[in-house]
């Protein structure tokens, strides 16, 4: 079994930053993609970028390029999402997840067996 916990989220102004962490535990991952999905309220969970964990392969949203870079630390089993230029429509509750053998070139939350409880990014104006 997988463990994700997620930190780093909190309140931020327009055009500042913060680094999520995401910190797994439980198994090894050379054959998971990570990932990084997003929900506000009432809307849907979507992807916002993902990682394969052996090769570093990433895949980002078309509105999150040039502003978010996923990446992750091998030694520490642990996956960050820098996120610059933040907007208040990125304002959401922020889930990692974990997905064995996870299409990097389509990410699809159905493939994601594993999650994290969430952090809260709210970005004011």
């Known amino acids: 079994q997988v463990q994700l916990v997620e930190s780093g989220g909190g309140l931020v102004q327009a055009g500042g930053s913060l680094r999520l962490s995401c910190a797994a535990s439980?198994?090894?991952?050379?054959?998971?993609?990570m990932g990084w999905f997003r929900q506000a309220p009432g809307k849907e969970r979507d992807i916002v970028a993902a990682?394969?964990?052996?090769?570093?392969?990433?895949y980002y949203a078309d509105s999150m390029k040039g502003r978010f870079t996923i990446s992750r630390d091998k030694s520490k089993n642990t996956v960050y999402l820098q996120m610059n230029s933040l907007k208040p429509e990125d304002t959401a509750v922020y889930y990692c997840?974990?997905?064995?053998?996870?299409?990097?070139?389509?990410?699809?939350?159905?493939?994601?067996?594993?999650w994290g409880q969430g952090t809260q990014v709210t970005v004011s104006s």
């Open positions: 439980g198994r090894t991952f050379s054959s998971y993609t």
């Open positions: 997840a974990a997905a064995p053998w996870g299409d990097i070139s389509r990410p699809r939350r159905d493939e994601y067996n594993y």
């Open positions: 990682i394969i964990w052996s090769a570093g392969n990433t």
